[in-house]
């Protein structure tokens, strides 16, 4: 196990990093911590790691850094011997001295991983930087595991920002005519095609194929295997019923009624299992309705986005109905990177999203593909409320194409487009 050992850290030290387009998120280098980048299976974890190391001080060699993926084939390694990873880097460099950079890539496959992990933090180096799939290393696992030595940080599939920087777009000019069109016509195909960063350049069949077999591997390794589920029907049918309503309403006895229709037999509380197992495993995510008392919001329905909106058109391919519903839920899933905390709002009228910074709410958003005379009152109205409940003058309607502004009594409501919001937004 050695010689293999050795032959994987000496080809990663031969080896340049991969081209990759860098991701905006940012995590520190010399924490003092150990850092783990968690997420969504095919996010671009791994290209993320390759980025940070890149970031490392000058003086940093590549031979300092030990860099495992645990997902090498060739890899047959359990938690009693991992410590053959230290002793065949060391036979490799006899005189190395200086503090080693560990990267250690999907860990989770090896059961008991931690002890390892948490022995080379307190003895060997406290440069340490992993990464796991939502399948096995999820946030509270690793507060509990590593117990307080780590700072995790989420990655996710591509903004349409690093969306435009894999189509070699400048997402800076949004002003001149020629690149505008670029960007609109792109952010029509990310609307409909998601930003998983492998699929970018894929064409339809091979893009739709390859999404499906990660919406296979997260139901049935993610969750099937994770929690053992004893009724994997069931499962997959929830899961196909819940992609099919993305940015809509959650409604556990609706679920639970339909599935005893058709023969299917699940408890509510089994539901509720499935609600969390999806919800852990980055598939999807549910909003709260906006209350200060904890039991309304979890007696309320909850609304449903999806991780990504490519994922969610390989179960519902009714794109042309479902424009309105794929353009909020690339809104919401805006507003859950840049880590607010998101709230629906329900009192005569409904406004999408309340968004609350810290203890205040920062602002108001509706969002639809297009105001016309069928709704414009309806988002109008529902926004008004919202605004006026907690007291903002202004609020926002995010459209696919429309530039408005709307002036209701003493509040000011701004309409433009989603793309253009979440280009002017990324930096703030």
Not at 8 to 22: G, L, M, N, T, W
Not at 325 to 344: A, C, D, Q, T, W
Not at 380 to 386: D, F, I, N, P, R
């Amino acid at each position: 196990m050695k010689d293999v050992i050795k032959n994987i850290i000496a080809d990663f030290h031969k080896r340049q990093s991969p081209k990759y387009v860098e991701r905006h998120q940012i995590v520190p280098i010399n924490s003092g911590k150990i850092i783990s980048v968690i997420g969504a299976r095919r996010s671009g974890k791994t290209y993320f790691l390759y980025q940070l190391m890149d970031k490392l001080p000058s003086e940093v060699e590549r031979n300092e850094i030990i860099y495992i993926n645990f997902e090498d084939e060739r890899l047959n390694i359990k938690a009693d011997n991992l410590n053959l990873i230290i002793e065949s880097y060391y036979e490799l460099y006899p005189d190395k001295k200086k503090p080693l950079y560990f990267f250690f890539d999907e860990i989770q496959n090896i059961p008991d991983w931690e002890k390892f992990v948490r022995r080379i933090y307190d003895t060997v180096s406290k440069n340490i930087f992993i990464t796991g799939s939502s399948s096995k290393l999820l946030s509270k696992e690793i507060a509990s595991s590593l117990r307080g030595r780590s700072v995790s940080y989420e990655i996710y599939p591509l903004t349409f920002d690093e969306y435009l920087k894999f189509k070699d777009i400048d997402s800076t000019d949004i002003s001149s005519t020629r690149n505008k069109s670029k960007i609109i016509n792109l952010f029509s195909r990310y609307m409909y095609n998601g930003g998983f960063p492998e699929t970018i350049n894929y064409d339809k069949e091979l893009r739709l194929k390859t999404l499906q077999s990660y919406l296979d591997v997260m139901t049935y390794r993610d969750i099937i295997e994770r929690y053992e589920i004893k009724n994997p029907t069931a499962l997959k049918y929830f899961i196909k019923k819940s992609l099919s309503n993305v940015s809509s309403y959650l409604s556990v006895n609706k679920l639970f009624n339909e599935l005893k229709s058709t023969g299917i037999k699940l408890s509510k509380d089994s539901i509720y299992e499935f609600i969390n197992y999806a919800n852990d495993s980055y598939l999807f995510f549910l909003v709260n309705i906006f209350s200060e008392s904890v039991n309304i919001q979890n007696t309320n329905d909850k609304k449903l986005y999806c991780i990504d909106n490519g994922l969610a058109n390989i179960v519902s391919f009714r794109f042309s109905e479902d424009k309105g519903r794929m353009l909020e839920n690339i809104v919401y899933l805006h507003l859950k990177k840049k880590g607010y905390n998101i709230f629906y709002f329900f009192n005569k009228r409904e406004c999408d999203f309340i968004i609350q910074n810290g203890t205040k709410i920062k602002y108001t958003i509706q969002a639809c593909f297009e105001l016309n005379s069928n709704n414009r009152e309806r988002e109008v109205q529902g926004l008004v409320e919202a605004m006026k409940y907690f007291k903002l003058k202004n609020g926002l309607i995010l459209t696919n194409d429309q530039i408005e502004e709307i002036k209701v009594e003493e509040l000011k409501i701004t309409v433009k487009p989603v793309w253009k919001w979440v280009l002017e937004d990324k930096s703030k």
